[in-house]
């Protein structure tokens, strides 16, 4: 059988999965979702405080042995690439929780190599703790969380102690 690209593509929603054409920016710009869109970049860093460069930690058995990665991320590519962190050696927790999107056979795949938890984030108490696993240092390194892999709102995270110390 031979597809229409558009046909194969809403058969695909249709049926509750994902999958997508490939297209061109002008056919992108065409699509009901183009407009709505705008241009955001691939990936952004944001500067969220002031502080001097920390190096690595050193003498780990893989090269991000010591760093510490808080995922605050859904569904598919912030999980992957949580994952990808955790298999050069990061000590990733995988937060789980209450209202927050949950698709098994994702996080099946993606949480190799991760810790997880699951905590209500939405209350001040169910925070705390990852809060706290963010601070506090690995044994082979001297700093605490390096990272948050988040999709959250900077503002929200701030408000639950995940932001700059």
Known sequence: MKWDAMDLENAIAEAGL???MVRTPEEWDASR????AGR???GEVIKI???????????GEAPLAGVRVLDLTRVLAG???ARTLAQYGADVLYVAGPGLPFAAAFVADTSHGKLS???D?????????????SRTPTSS?????????????LGRCSSRRFGPV
């Open 33 to 36: 979702a183009g407009p709505h």
């Open 18 to 20: 994902c999958g997508a």
């Open 79 to 81: 999980p992957t690439c």
């Open 49 to 59: 405080a002031d502080s001097p460069p920390e190096p690595l930690p050193k003498g």
């Open 40 to 42: 955001p970049p691939g």
């Open 141 to 153: 390194a001297k700093a605490s969380a390096s990272a948050r892999w988040s999709g959250w709102v």
């Open 117 to 119: 938890c699951l905590l």
């Open 121 to 133: 984030l939405r209350e001040d108490e169910g925070a705390r703790p990852c809060a706290t696993w």
